[in-house]
């Protein structure tokens, strides 16, 4: 059985590396007991510890939520969640992004009880809000993940460079710099408005 290990907030590592890998429950708990940090686990079993945003980040969050929220509700099929949500993924990685949709058809036979742990699926369609502290190259890393895990459509929203890098399976990224980015496949309908987002940025 693996020890969890406790650290305290000011010297957390970004990274960890624990032998023998933790099991998925193992890594649940230290979700829960890390509660001043986001723990996400690579494919290749590395522990992420992800400090939180500033305050930039977090209301531009907030805005991309709203509107994703907003859609959802016209409908109401489905389900949205916030970056507090952990996804465990077929290739063994441990994700959160910063806003996902579920599709009815993947809500299907789950129970209360899957939802109220990390469930085993990954989102129809994910954003990721890039965050002064990340680095670019590796958050588009993760969007390739996303899609190798089944995404159908992923967002990568640069605030700095002021785009949206749009990932779908079996093409290439595309940058939409306009003010308005439309969504297609399972959040179609969707549009997002860019400038609102970019405005959170801003005093």
Same mark, same amino acid.
């Given at each position: 059985m693996v020890t969890i290990p406790l650290?305290?907030?000011i010297v957390q @590592?970004?990274?960890l590396v624990v032998d023998p890998p933790m099991s998925d429950k193992e890594l649940e708990r230290l979700c829960q007991l890390s509660?001043?940090?986001?723990v996400e686990r690579t494919s290749g079993g590395v522990i992420r510890m992800n400090p939180p945003t500033g305050a930039f980040t977090s209301d531009g969050n907030a805005e991309l939520i709203r509107q994703l929220r907003n859609w959802w509700a016209v409908h109401?099929?489905?389900r949205v969640f916030d970056s507090n949500a952990g996804f465990f993924l077929g290739d063994g990685s441990l994700l959160s992004p910063d806003a996902a949709y579920v599709s009815p058809e993947q809500l299907k036979g789950l129970t209360k009880a899957d939802l109220a742990?990390? @469930?085993r699926l990954c989102p129809a369609f994910v954003v990721e809000l890039l965050s002064q502290s990340d680095s670019l190259a590796e958050t588009r890393k993760k969007m390739e993940c996303w899609i190798a895990n089944g995404a159908q459509v992923a967002w990568l929203v640069d605030p700095y460079r002021q785009c949206v890098e749009v990932y779908a399976p079996g093409t290439d990224a595309a940058t939409v710099n306009s003010a308005f980015v439309h969504g297609s496949g399972p959040v179609e309908g969707f549009v997002l408005?860019?400038?609102s987002v970019w405005s959170c940025f801003e005093l």
């Open positions: 650290f305290e907030s @590592p970004r990274t509660d001043s940090v986001l109401r099929r489905g742990r990390m @469930p408005d860019a400038a």
